[in-house]
């Protein structure tokens, strides 16, 4: 046979081969932030990046003070915000837009979503939309308030154009725990991939003074910190 036609049938039966592989990598990654019935717990990566996420604000002293922490340490954070504290302190919003953080949709006030008709639960995400137009891009992420959703509300929020996001670390800040305790949860806990729930809703809360820790400790052992959409782009298929 000759030689050039051989070196052609190789040459597009590799290419067939990696063509399939890319079509079969993509659809299972598709499938997992396609899938109505899921939410987004932790990133299976190998790549040591770690996501802080911030609940419940903003408050007019619990968050300048986690703003402060992560302006320091040069971090990035997603913050999951209520509409009616937007509406109470938007330049705080604004400042954390400026500083370069991710703002995403924990709803309007905090109510048990699941237990809600949907056109109240769209009213939530709309009111919370609304809130942030002026000082924020429109979120892409959401967060139901205490982790209450069900497939019917993943579903729907992703009607909007939006993935459903939870965690895979709890702090426990928001017991207002100690410092140490805090610390602690992560430090044991933590590996590529984890969202940390932490939060800023009340004051006073251990988690600015934890959160520095936590970063400095993080960085030590080579993790970078990023936000949750960035998280999502290390999104690895096991094989």
């Known amino acids: 046979m000759n030689s050039k036609k051989v ?15 890319v ?4 659809y299972q990654v598709a499938n997992v932030f396609t899938d109505k019935s899921r939410v987004i717990k ?20 619990a968050t300048p003070e986690i703003l402060a922490v992560l302006k320091e340490k040069t971090a990035k954070a997603t913050f999951f915000v209520l ?3 937007v509406e109470n302190h938007p330049e705080i919003i604004a400042q954390a837009v400026l500083d370069g953080h991710e703002i995403a949709s924990h709803a309007y ?10 056109a109240e639960v769209v009213a939530e995400l709309a009111r919370l939309e609304a809130a942030l137009q002026t000082v924020a891009p429109r979120p892409t992420l959401f967060r139901p308030p205490e982790g209450a959703y069900n497939d019917d509300i993943v579903a729907l929020v992703r009607e909007r154009g939006y993935s459903t996001i939870l965690w895979s670390i709890d702090t426990g800040d928001w017991r207002r725990v ?7 949860t992560v430090l044991d806990n933590v590996r590529p991939g984890s969202i940390i729930l932490m939060h800023d ?5 251990p988690t600015a003074r934890a959160l520095a820790i936590i970063i400095d400790k993080l960085h030590e052992q080579g993790y970078q910190l990023v936000t949750v959409s960035e998280l999502l782009q290390y999104y690895e298929v096991s094989r």
Do not use: E, W
């Open 7 to 21: 070196v052609r049938r190789k040459f597009f039966s590799i290419s067939i081969l990696v063509t399939g592989l």
């Open 23 to 26: 079509c079969a990598l993509m």
């Open 42 to 61: 932790q990133i299976p990566t190998t790549h040591k990046v770690v996501a802080i996420t911030v609940d419940d604000g903003p408050h007019t002293k």
């Open 83 to 85: 509409g009616k504290n």
């Open 109 to 118: 006030s905090h109510k048990r979503l699941n237990k809600l008709p949907a």
């Open 178 to 184: 100690s410092v140490v305790q805090v610390v602690k």
């Open 201 to 205: 809703g009340q004051y006073p809360l």
